[in-house]
């Protein structure tokens, strides 16, 4: 992992003050053309800080020893029932982008190949889904902490043959629950975030008031930042350590909220993480400490649009990954439904 340093200006006493202060000149003389950001820099800033939150928030045997559904365990059948009762109008919407099958910046050659049979009425499909060109949910055995994936599992527990525990198999019965899709660039105005933007608790609660929503347990939050609007726009982009996404200073509130899944239009961090020393915070706390899977790479255009046509941002979310067991994750198809 490579150490990302985070240099905040405004945490330097002298140039905070100024800046305060040149915020209330401009205000006192109505000049509105300019923002003067003063965002201190915020916790977890570095390894040390990350290590007391993951002990500090990890759900290790919060729902026994042996357990392997992890944040799951939260959508219980009545969570089920009431995500269910969600659908009016009956509007379906794919979350999956189309696996491309071009190698581009964002889409190494190997994520996707399609080959068709002699016959033509066969073929076979090759996926290496894992990075950001797939669309494809993380099991629990995806990413460890400290030598530990979720629930204190050692690594020597995988195999070459997969993982002996927190294999995507333990999904086989499907996630059908509410979904809610956080909408920051439509909150900001923008058609799109721009890379390395954080998204921190003050914009998902804004977005909460706008919406007339409220994330509550058993929940799956799907981020949009605009990743596949802006690379319609502007072409594929490297996004690994480029892109939107939540800052880890989000993930006492995720596990506060009880939130059981989380995705996004990208890999959920955002990159560089603003975090010394931890390549992807939210990723790790998400998997290894909180037990909770991650959609990567979803497309919520479509989505967007239609939650804007309905003017509701919460559905019954449907998901049901391949049960490849010991899988470290799966490629799928997630459907919202109105």
Not at 166 to 187: E, W
Request: charged share 15%; glycine share 10%; hydrophobic share 40%.
């Amino acid at each position: 992992m490579i150490p990302t340093r985070l240099t905040s200006l405004t945490s330097m006493p002298c140039l905070s003050t100024i800046a305060r202060l040149g915020a209330v000149i401009a205000v006192v003389a109505g000049v509105t053309s300019a923002t003067v950001d003063t965002q201190e820099s915020r916790s977890p800033r570095n390894l040390a800080e990350f290590e007391a939150m993951f002990q500090e928030l990890n759900n290790w045997g919060r729902w026994g020893a042996d357990d392997e559904l992890g944040a799951m365990n939260l959508v219980t059948p009545e969570k089920t029932r009431e995500a269910a009762a969600l659908v009016k109008s009956g509007i379906t919407v794919s979350l999956a982008h189309n696996p491309m099958p071009d190698e581009a910046l964002d889409n190494p050659d190997a994520a996707f190949n399609h080959t068709m049979g002699q016959s033509l009425r066969s073929d076979t499909y090759e996926f290496t889904y894992h990075g950001y060109g797939v669309s494809h949910i993380d099991s629990l055995c995806h990413f460890l902490w400290n030598d530990r994936l979720y629930n204190d599992v050692p690594p020597s527990a995988s195999t070459s043959a997969g993982c002996g525990k927190n294999g995507i198999q333990n999904l086989k019965s499907g996630i059908i629950t509410r979904g809610i899709l956080l909408d920051i660039p439509r909150l900001k105005g923008v058609p799109y975030l721009e890379p390395q933007t954080p998204i921190f608790v003050e914009d998902i609660e804004a977005w909460e008031a706008q919406a007339g929503i409220t994330v509550s347990p058993g929940d799956v939050i799907f981020v949009r930042t605009g990743r596949w609007a802006r690379r319609a726009v502007l072409g594929p982009w490297q996004v690994s350590g480029n892109s939107a996404g939540l800052h880890a200073s989000v993930l006492p509130w995720i596990k506060q909220r009880g939130v059981a899944f989380v995705g996004s239009d990208a890999a959920t961090d955002v990159m560089p993480s603003l975090v010394e020393g931890v390549t992807q915070p939210v990723h790790t706390m998400l998997i290894a400490g909180l037990g909770i899977n991650i959609f990567d790479n979803m497309d919520l255009e479509a989505l967007a649009e239609t939650a804007g046509e309905e003017n509701r941002w919460e559905f019954m979310l449907t998901a049901g990954p391949i049960p490849v067991q010991g899988g470290t994750g799966s490629p799928l198809n997630p459907i919202a439904v109105f």
